[in-house]
């Protein structure tokens, strides 16, 4: 079956770029969605088809999806980015999550 | 404002059934595709079900054969319908939509969650 991997932390310091990985045979070839969920509270999209922001998404926050790998990039992070990371796919017409990556602000 | 709502969470014992549901407000159930999606406590997210707008679904294996996913437009309402129920479906079940950006091909639009636990 289809998978999507993930590292399962990622820490970062205040003012750096985080980038967080999601990899999958030719992911490329698929659309990638991004969730950011913190603790308590429903997940949220922050990109969807590889590198689009929806409405109320910070520049900061930005995709690229090419070859067996689909990233997030948050440039200049700030201590209220530290959450959870989804990246989520398709397998035809099922839906696919990877593992989640805890992003650390410290 | 465009809303999600799911209800019908609670304690049930192995081997019970249980239905969950979602209201939809602000938009019509069948106007695009919709999921069911669960997240065990301190696990990530398990996509469980969709059902499109033109009446298609399809199911996680994990849950093929046990869980159900339906709609009622009268109601605008997402169902889960969940037999057999095992421990390990302890989780809180949340729906999830396109609704807001047009041909997302991911979920723009969640609901709050409703923490199911299986338990004898």
């Known amino acids: 079956s289809y998978e999507l991997t993930q590292p399962p932390s990622l820490s970062v310091s205040p003012g750096q770029t985080a980038i967080v990985t999601c990899s999958s045979d030719?992911?490329?070839?698929?659309?990638t969605s991004w969730y950011q969920q913190k603790p308590g509270q429903s997940p949220v999209l922050v990109i969807y088809?590889?590198?689009k922001r929806p409405s109320g998404i910070p520049e900061r926050f930005s995709g690229s999806n090419s070859g067996n790998t689909a990233t997030l990039t948050i440039s200049g992070t700030q201590p209220l980015d530290e959450a959870d990371y989804y990246c989520?796919?398709?397998?035809?017409?099922?839906?696919?999550f990877g593992g989640g990556t805890r992003l650390t602000v410290l | 404002e465009v809303q999600l709502l799911e209800t019908g969470g609670g304690l049930i014992q192995p081997g019970g059934s249980l239905r969950l549901s979602c209201a939809a407000s602000g938009f019509t159930v069948s106007s695009n595709y919709m999921s069911w999606v669960r997240q065990a406590p301190g696990k990530g997210l398990e996509w469980l079900a969709i059902i499109y707008s033109g009446g298609s679904s399809y199911y996680a294996d994990s849950v093929n054969g046990r869980f159900t996913i339906s709609r009622d437009s009268s109601r605008n309402t997402l169902y889960l319908q969940m037999n057999n129920l095992r421990a390990d479906d302890t989780a809180v079940y949340y729906c999830a939509a396109n609704v807001v950006v047009v041909a997302a091909n991911g979920f723009d639009l969640w609901g709050q969650g409703t923490l199911v636990s299986v338990s004898s």
């Open positions: 088809k590889d590198n």
């Open positions: 030719k992911l490329g070839n698929r659309y």
């Open positions: 989520q796919s398709w397998d035809i017409s099922n839906v696919i």
